[in-house]
C-alpha cells in the first residue's frame, strides 16, 4: 500500500459525473487554445536584418538557416561558458525531439540556438546525445535581438521567410514554452501531478522543491548519449548501436 494518502473511492456514478463535470473545463479550454492559435495565426510580424550564425559547417545566413522552407521554429538553449552540463532543463526539452521529419510536409522546420561557440556547442549536442541541428549566435546579434541574450533564459521564437526577407511572428519563454513539451502533459494527467511545491495539490499529496524530479544532464546523457558515432545517435556509435537500447561506450 501506498505511504501517501489516496484520493476518495466512490461509486462509478459518482466518479463518472465528476468525470464529466471536469471534462466540461477541459473542452473550454481546448477552444481557449484553440482561439489562442487563431489570434497567433492573425498575429502581425517584424522584418529581421541579414543575420550570420555559424552551423556545422561553417558561417550561415538566418535565411539558409530555413533550409528551404518556408517556417522556421528555433529553440534558443541556454549556455553557461565553460560549464560541462548545460542547463538540465534544456537538455531535457530538446532531447524529446528525435523525430521531426513530420515537418517537412508543413513547410517547416525546428532547431537549436545557442549562445555558446559553435565548436562548444556541437561537442555538447554530441555529449548528450542531442538529435536536433544545432547553430550558435555567439558571434551575432541574433539572440540577443530575439530575446535570447547572452546569459539570458530560454526561447522560442518562430519565423517565416518570404524569398530571402526573414519576419519573425512568434516569441515565447519560461513556462509558455511548455506547449512543445509531451513530458509535463503526460505528468499532469498523473494522481499526484508534478509533485512540485507550487502546484495546488490536496492535502498531504507529495511534493517536492521545484525541480527537484527533474533529470539532470548527465542523467539525459547517460539515455540518450554517447554521440560520438559519423551517423548519429542510431549510428555504429550512438546509444543503440548493440540493439540492446541501453547506451553504448564512447570510443
Known amino acids: 500500500m501506498t505511504a501517501h494518502p489516496l484520493p476518495p473511492v466512490v461509486d462509478a456514478a459518482t466518479w463518472e459525473r465528476r468525470l464529466q463535470a471536469l471534462r466540461a473545463r477541459e473542452k473550454a479550454a481546448t477552444r481557449e487554445l484553440d482561439a489562442i ?18 552551423g556545422e559547417d561553417g558561417p550561415v545566413r538566418l535565411v539558409d538557416v ?3 522552407r518556408s517556417q522556421l521554429i528555433v529553440y534558443h538553449h ?6 560541462e552540463w548545460q542547463c538540465p532543463g534544456c537538455t531535457g526539452f530538446t532531447a524529446q525531439f528525435t523525430r521531426l521529419d513530420f515537418l517537412d510536409a508543413y513547410d517547416a522546420r525546428f532547431v537549436v540556438v545557442t549562445q555558446g561557440p559553435i565548436e562548444e556547442a556541437l561537442a ?3 555529449r548528450v546525445g542531442n538529435r536536433m541541428t544545432w547553430y550558435s549566435t555567439a558571434r551575432s546579434s541574433f539572440g540577443a535581438d530575439v530575446g535570447a541574450p ?3 533564459g530560454f526561447a522560442v521564437n518562430v519565423f517565416l521567410r518570404d524569398g530571402d526577407t526573414v519576419h519573425r511572428t512568434w516569441h515565447t519563454g519560461g513556462r ?3 506547449q512543445l513539451t509531451h513530458t509535463f502533459p503526460l505528468i499532469d494527467l498523473l494522481p499526484y501531478g508534478r509533485q512540485e511545491e507550487w502546484q495546488d495539490s490536496p492535502e498531504g499529496w507529495p511534493q517536492s522543491p521545484t525541480y527537484s524530479r527533474w533529470p ?3 542523467d539525459i ?7 560520438d558515432g559519423p551517423e548519429g545517435p542510431d549510428g555504429p556509435d550512438g546509444p543503440d548501436a548493440d540493439g540492446s537500447g541501453r547506451p553504448t561506450q564512447g570510443r
Request: proline fraction near 11%; charged fraction near 30%.
Open 78 to 83: 541556454m549556455w553557461f561558458p565553460g560549464e
Open 221 to 227: 546523457a547517460a539515455l540518450y548519449g554517447p554521440d
Open 216 to 218: 539532470r544532464s548527465e
Open 176 to 178: 509558455g514554452v511548455e
Open 124 to 126: 555538447y549536442r554530441r
Open 66 to 68: 530555413f533550409d528551404g
Open 150 to 152: 547572452p546569459g539570458g
Open 37 to 54: 492559435a487563431a489570434e497567433r495565426r492573425r498575429l502581425p510580424m517584424v522584418q529581421l536584418p541579414d543575420y550570420t550564425l555559424d
